[in-house]
């Protein structure tokens, strides 16, 4: 059974930096193209980055410079590296595999929160 778990949510001041971890079980992650999702309260869940098996990147324009996505096969774990955060990065921040393009596939983990305020 596959299961992916996300962690490193919390909540940050404007400006700040977190880093989300979502750690693979049941499968190997080497095998996806893998990629991270938000919902912000009474919005649809939007694509944030995705990192192919060859390790291209892909961002949404939104945080295209801030946001870093990365894969360490050897511990099947995705990263995203989060700096300069804005009150409006503020949502639920999901790990999905298989990525097609920026569309998820069927896996998804539980969802970590990420809050940016003052």
């Known amino acids: 059974q596959v299961q992916l778990v996300e962690s490193g949510g919390g909540l940050v001041q404007p400006g700040g930096s977190l880093r989300l971890s979502c750690a693979a079980s049941?499968?190997?992650?080497?095998?996806?193209?893998m990629g991270w999702y938000r919902q912000a309260p009474g919005k649809q869940r939007e694509f944030v980055a995705a990192?192919?098996?060859?390790?291209?990147?892909r961002y949404a324009d939104s945080v295209s410079g801030r946001f870093t996505i990365s894969r360490d096969n050897a511990k099947n774990t995705m990263y995203l590296q989060m700096n300069s955060l804005k009150p409006e990065d503020t949502a639920v921040y999901y790990c999905?595999?298989?990525?097609?393009?920026?569309?998820?596939?069927?896996?998804w983990g539980q969802g970590t929160q990420v809050t940016v305020s003052s």
């Open positions: 999905n595999a298989p990525v097609i393009q920026r569309t998820p596939g069927q896996y």
């Open positions: 049941g499968t190997r992650i080497s095998n996806y193209d």
């Open positions: 990192v192919t098996i060859g390790g291209s990147l």
